[in-house]
T-cell receptor, first 110, second 110 residues
Framework: GQNIDQPTEMTATEGAIVQINCTYQ??????LFWYQQHAGEAPTFLSY????GLEEKGRFSSFLSRSKGYSYLLLKELQMKDSASYLC???????????FGAGTQVVVTP | DTEVTQTPKHLVMGMTNKKSLKCEQH?????MYWYKQKAKKPPELMFV???????INESVPSRFSPECPNSSLLNLHLHALQPEDSALYLC?????????FGPGTRLTVT
């Protein structure tokens, strides 16, 4: 079957680092996405990994290991505005069909 | 520029009404998508259009009818909806795998 797992909630202090893990088992793999979604808003694209390794974009980094079916999103120097849901999604075919994990709610405290 | 626009932002309709949601992108993306998102759940794929042709229909009820008039526009025609169809409807487009969402239309069916 198809499965994408990520923790339900994580809490961290402003200025700290948080790592959100995502494990997946899908019938195909054409890339892994991370999105940020604030309550009541649409998902915002953060990263897209196709090859193994670490991709860094400012305060956000994303890592992928295809052999382990594993990815993580690293958020550094946390700010209050980073409080949001973070969605891990896998594209399992060439049409770009995305399957989403349930999302990880990150709460940043002062 | 990674902008996908959607209109209207909010829509309230009765179960006997006919309405349409509109999505537009001018990034030259050839794949476009409709997703449905209920509160506190991840987005669920409804339809995929590739090069203006319907590629995937995720067994969506016929009261939802997609249309792709040209490479920049995607419509979702709604007819005889049920209260449980109330949700955030998201349009997305993609290029080289990277998939970007529009702001969504919040639909309420009364």
């Amino acid at each position: 079957g198809q499965n994408i797992d990520q923790p339900t909630e994580m809490t961290a202090t402003e200025g700290a680092i948080v790592q959100i893990n995502c494990t997946y088992q899908t019938s195909g793999f054409n890339g892994l996405f991370w999105y940020q979604q604030h309550a009541g808003e649409a998902p915002t694209f953060l990263s897209y990994n196709v090859l193994d390794g670490l991709e860094e974009k400012g305060r956000f980094s994303s890592f992928l290991s295809r052999s382990k079916g594993y990815s993580y999103l690293l958020l550094k120097e946390l700010q209050m505005k980073d409080s949001a849901s973070y969605l891990c999604a896998v594209s399992s075919d060439s049409w770009g069909k995305l399957q989403f994990g349930a999302g990880t709610q990150v709460v940043v405290t002062p | 520029d990674t902008e996908v626009t959607q209109t209207p932002k909010h829509l309230v309709m009765g179960m006997t009404n006919k309405k349409s949601l509109k999505c537009e992108q001018h990034m030259g993306h050839r794949a476009m998508y409709w997703y449905k998102q209920k509160a506190k759940k991840p987005p669920e794929l409804m339809f995929v259009y590739s090069y203006e042709k319907l590629s995937i229909n995720e067994s969506v009820p016929s009261r939802f009818s997609p249309e792709c008039p040209n490479s920049s526009l995607l419509n979702l025609h709604l007819h005889a909806l049920q209260p449980e169809d109330s949700a955030l409807y998201l349009c997305a487009s993609s290029f080289r795998g990277e998939q970007y969402f529009g702001p969504g239309t919040r639909l309420t069916v009364t």
